[in-house]
Every structure is written in C-alpha cells, then in structure tokens.
C-alpha cells in the first residue's frame, strides 16, 4: 500500500498524524470531489523532485503532471532504474503523480512530422507507465493556413486515436489539452477531433482559455466536451481573467471529481506562497 494511501486510510483513527499534516484532512473530506494539483508550468519548472514533493505537500496540493523538459527530468530518456526512482519518490510521499505534459502534437501538414510526433507520444506512454502516472497531455498547437479545417481535425482525431488505443494498452489515458493559436483551442474544433478519435481512452483536459468563451458562450462551449472532461488547468485563481465561479459551478453541476491543476505563466516571487494562497481561494469556490 502507498504511503500517501495508507495514511488516508487511518485518517480518522489517528488525529496526532492529522494535525501534523492539514492537507490530508482535506484530502478526506474531499475524496469523493474535486482535487487540487500543479502543472510544472511554470511555477515548477526549476523544482527537482523532491522540492516539487514537499512544496506540494506543504500548501496541500494533492497532485502533479510534470512538464516534459523541466527541471525535474522525467523524460522518456530515463533507463529503467532511474524511473523505478522517480516512481518511488512518488508513492513514498502524499502527492499523487497525475501525468506527463508531453509538447507532442498532430497538426503539422507533414506526414512525417506527424509519425515522429505519435512515435513520442507512445514513448510519453511508456514512460509513464513506469514512473506511475495515469495519463499523458498532448495538444494541438495550430491549424495551418492552406490547408482545409476538416482535414487538420480529422487528421489530430486520427492521430488520437491511434495514441490511446497505445495507452489503453498500457493502462495510460490520453489528454488533450484545449490548446493553440488559429482556432485549435475553439471547443468546436476540439469536439470535433474527440469526435473523429471516438475511443473512450482520449479524453479532454480543459483548460481554462479565453477562447472558451467565444461563439455561444462557455456554457454551450463546456457541453460540448463535458462527458469527456478527465482534468482542468485551471490559472493562479487569485485574479479575475477567467470567470471562475462559473466554471466551478458548471464543473460541480456536471459531478466532476476529477484533478483541477494549476498553471500560469506568470511565474510569482514567492511561488510557495502563491500556491497557499490559491489552495484558500480553490477551497472557498469548491465549497460555495
């Protein structure tokens, strides 16, 4: 049994332990809800593992997708000893490995370059198979000019398909973030690629762009996925650039239970405090 299990378990019988460790208490409470966790963009990027280990553990953040070409340095180039040590620092903390944040992506108007992108992607797989994670992030990151929308979505859908029929193979779900500039982060466009992938091991990581609101509005936007939603990124909740409440709403009202993790590009001063603050303001919209 994992370490972070284990104490989850006796929460209740053992109070002494509690007390020392407030985040597990609301890990209890909300084990059957939404859960708080980092991206390591890019407020983790320069962390090591065992920093990333014990700043989330300090300000109660439950879990972790560690971004490929960070810091930390769980890349597919890892030998098999070092990603059985990755893997044990994990499971010997109170932070759960969510993912991997791979930058592969199936856009590109060269077939070739799309091959290598799916061949990476099945190396993320692999690798996260091994270090314990659940689940690889992959994007579109673009729609090219001069080449008509239906064939790029159909051929990402195609794409995806393919990864998570790998990763079903390997127990590892596959992400994709509503991502990219010239309409591939437009919900419409994402649906559309989950339709044409249409295997039950691609799913949506939401996350929390502008674009979101174009069209006919968020809500009509977040119905167009939300049976396929496994994760949000959710930004540094402290400002107002997205409509927060509305969404944790539109999240609560669809039984989401699944990671919230946060990211921004805005790196703050004091990144562990910053992530205190943000657990406060996470767990008053959870709550309301």
Known sequence: MKRRDFLTTTA??????????????????KSEGMKLGLVTYNWGRDWDVPTLI???????????ELRSTHKHGVEISLDAGQRREVAKQFADSDVELVGLGSACEYHSPDPA?????????????????????????????????????????TQIGL???????????HGVVIRLEVHGRDGSSELPNIHRMMEVADHPNAVVCWNCNSTDLAGQGLQHNFD???????????????????PWEQIFTMLKQSQFAGWTLLEDGKVPDDIV????????????????
């Open 273 to 288: 405090a910053a992530m205190h603050e943000n657990r406060k303001v996470w767990d008053g919209l959870v709550a309301s």
């Open 224 to 242: 167009l996925v939300k049976e396929k939603i496994d994760v949000v990124h959710i930004h540094d909740l402290r400002n107002n650039n997205y």
């Open 159 to 169: 794409s995806l398909r393919e990864v998570a029929k790998f990763g079903a193979d």
């Open 54 to 64: 014990r700043n989330c553990e300090e300000t109660g953040f439950r879990g972790v």
């Open 113 to 153: 370059i799309v091959k290598k992108n799916i061949d990476e992607t099945k190396q993320f797989i692999k690798l996260c198979k091994d270090v314990g994670g659940s689940g690889v992030k992959v994007r579109p990151n673009g729609i090219p000019k001069n080449v008509p929308v239906e064939k790029t979505l």
């Open 12 to 29: 209740i019988g053992t109070a002494g332990v509690l007390a020392s460790r407030p985040q597990l208490v609301a890990a209890a409470e």
